[in-house]
């Protein structure tokens, strides 16, 4: 891939720059703000080159129409602040205000066009339609720089199809994040350990295919863990279970055991009545759920059990909290986990975007970690050998 430094004298170019800026928001307040913070070195490199920077992000899912819930406005006033310079908002996506807003952009200058997602043709998989979208993308840059790492999986038009418009390159994030999931596929130090859990279950069973043949263990938790427990013909309450899948996770059970690799799953599990924060909370065997409960964290002899293989490895990617992390009396888990990560004699990668935004809740550091990926699903798609149309476009 191209480097910034390979697009050359940048000095009074308008470089269009797609960042990840998909923050957690409460009302308009920023929960937090990881994901600006990462993008802050490419758009600062970007201004000491003297470049004009015109920023494209989104921001939850408008799914092609204006709305102002939706506004990219708190995360332009955040980006604004850690710059500590001013960040101009466009009122739309392409049109006159954006081109007004280029237009006044100075030599160094930061500006936003509002949510990309804001245009049905961002996310059309119409190749025309994203295409045509792209044009008027291009038309407000003479350089384009690749930076949302956490959006690469997809093929949008300010990811994909804008990149073969203009002189193309990718920013420093995009590379770093690369580099660390290099060294996950490549040959990783061994034991190598992958902890998964969260709630996104059909989507990470089909990682589990790939991961058994690259990792030497699999530790489940989070939500996953009762599609296993199912698969073992456990009962499971009223716990997340995508029972279509209970087929696919035998056989992934078989593949490891004949593998000679290893899947760890709880042996104790947080149960109660309901989904709430002040439900009352109970440790039951994985084995002896009851049927009138759900499961929402694994217990403290599982919590150990994880914490003890996880911290022997000297490669770990972990995606996904074990527990309802969000509730203190469901976050035990997730602590035990991230606890033990710190420990690590190796690297250690948290992935996804509900396990930083935990990690960094239960007052844990960036630094406590070999890497926090900004990206959850493209990171994912990544470890599992998958063409990321946002990378392989930028290949030179
Ligand atoms: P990430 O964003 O890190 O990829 P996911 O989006 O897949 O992770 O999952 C995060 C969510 O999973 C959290 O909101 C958490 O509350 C939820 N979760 C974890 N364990 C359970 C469980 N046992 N039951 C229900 N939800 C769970
Ligand atoms: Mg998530």
Redesign the pocket.
């Known amino acids: 891939m191209k480097s910034v430094t390979d697009l050359g004298d940048l000095r009074g170019q308008r470089v269009l720059v797609r960042c990840d800026l998909n923050v957690p928001l409460d009302g308009d307040t920023i929960t937090d703000d990881g994901r600006i913070r990462a993008s802050l070195p490419t758009i600062n490199q970007l201004r000491e080159a003297g470049a004009k920077v015109i920023v494209l992000a989104h921001l939850g899912r408008p799914k092609g129409k204006v709305n102002s819930e939706f506004s990219l406005a708190p995360a332009a006033r955040r980006l604004s602040e850690l710059l500590d310079a001013e960040v101009t908002l466009a009122d739309d996506v392409v049109g006159d205000s954006a081109r007004a807003t280029v237009e006044a952009l100075a030599d160094g200058q930061v500006a936003m066009l509002e949510n990309v997602r804001f245009e049905p043709g961002e996310e059309s998989k119409d190749d025309g339609e994203r295409s045509e979208l792209a044009d008027k993308y291009a038309a407000l840059g003479d350089a384009f720089v690749s930076d949302g790492f956490g959006v690469v999986h997809r093929k949008q038009a300010s990811v994909y199809d804008l990149a073969s418009k203009l002189p193309s390159a990718a920013g420093g994030l995009v590379e770093a994040e690369v580099e660390v999931l290099q060294k996950l596929t490549g040959d990783a130090a061994r034991p190598y350990v992958v902890v998964l ?4 279950v059909s ?2 069973l089909n990682v589990i295919a790939n991961l058994i043949r690259t990792a030497d263990t699999l530790v489940i ?3 996953m ?2 599609t296993f427990l199912a698969a073992q013909g456990h009962e499971v309450g009223k ?2 279970l995508e029972s279509d899948q209970i087929d696919a996770v035998k056989g992934y059970l078989d593949e490891a055991a004949s593998g000679g690799k290893q899947i760890i799953l709880p042996t104790d599990i947080v149960v109660a009545p309901e ?1 709430a924060a002040d439900a009352p909370a109970t440790v039951v065997r994985a084995d002896e759920m009851p049927k009138d409960q ?4 694994i217990g403290p002899e599982s919590a150990e059990r994880f914490a003890a293989v996880i911290e022997k490895a000297h490669t770990v990617f972990w ?8 509730m203190e009396a469901f976050a035990k888990g997730t602590r035990a986990v991230a606890e033990a990560l710190t420990k690590v004699d190796g690297l250690s990668v948290v ?6 935004a ?1 990690v960094r809740d239960l007052g844990f550091a960036d630094d406590d970690f070999g890497h926090i990926s900004t990206g ?2 493209a990171s994912l798609e990544y470890l599992e050998g998958k063409d990321l149309p946002g990378l392989s476009v930028l290949a030179d």
Do not use: H, I, Q
């Open positions: 859990g969260g709630a996104k989507d990470k938790g989070g939500g863990v009762f716990s997340l989904f759900l499961g929402l964290d995606n996904g909290p074990m527990g309802v992390a969000e992935g996804g975007g509900d396990s930083a935990a959850g699903g």
